[in-house]
């Protein structure tokens, strides 16, 4: 090869030289690109899962929490069921005491009277039962009758009623004429008493719709 040859091969190889360096820049330069656009991809990948999984905490723990306080406040309800339950049933027992004490014939009595008192007329029958008619029937005639001529200034006729009731204690005032009766009978006068009860005792207690 002579001189001119070897200049010529020298430039080609030059030239080819310089042309595979700038392929070989611009791939690099692409690679480059390449890999920034994938770690981009990635963080931006690793970024909108980390957001969904805290948006995903972040919804069960609504959820728990509206678990946990719909819980609170079914407890809290049951609780206080059971407190009234128990109110109740104390109040029955003590009633059912009283009943079988020595101080029922003198409740009888007040009981009668205060009928008597809210009612009109002048004859009445006392429905008691049977227990008490026996054990105390005719007494309870004389003391309501001296009762509502001192207290109330009325002068009424009584009489035990052929019918008996069953309670647990108390009795039925009846107007002679049928139109008027009065329940006193312990169970009538726990139902009517014990919305009022019942409030008084749930106001002593925490809030139900209230959840911490």
């Known amino acids: 090869m002579d001189d001119q040859e070897q200049t010529l091969a020298s430039q ?5 030289r310089k042309r595979a360096e700038r392929i070989k820049q611009r791939a690099e330069a692409e690679a480059r690109t390449v890999t920034a ?24 723990e609504r959820v728990n929490r509206a678990l946990i306080q ?10 206080r069921q059971e ?31 205060r009928a008597i008192q809210a009612m009109s007329g002048s004859r009445f029958q006392l429905v008691l039962r049977p227990e008490d008619r026996q054990a105390c029937g005719e007494w309870l ?3 309501v009758r001296a009762d ?30 049928g139109h008027e009766a009065a329940d006193q009978t312990f169970e009538a006068r726990l139902r009517r008493l014990w919305d009022q009860v019942r409030a008084e005792i ?5 809030d139900a719709e209230t959840a911490e």
């Open 12 to 16: 080609i190889i030059e030239d080819a």
């Open 37 to 60: 656009e994938a770690a981009q991809s990635v963080t931006a990948a690793r970024d909108g899962a980390l957001q969904e999984a805290k948006a995903r905490a972040a919804r069960r």
């Open 70 to 79: 719909q819980e609170v406040r079914r407890l809290r309800l049951q609780r």
């Open 83 to 113: 407190i009234l339950e128990r109110a109740r049933a104390e109040t029955e027992r003590r009633l059912a005491e009283l009943a079988a004490g020595p101080a029922y014939r003198g409740s009888l009595k007040n009981l009668a009277l």
């Open 141 to 143: 005639l004389a003391e």
């Open 148 to 177: 509502a001529r001192e207290k109330l200034g009325r002068d009424v006729e009584l009489a035990l009623a052929d019918e008996t009731l069953e309670a647990s204690g108390g009795l039925i005032v009846k107007g002679a004429d």
């Open 202 to 206: 749930a106001g002593m207690l925490p």
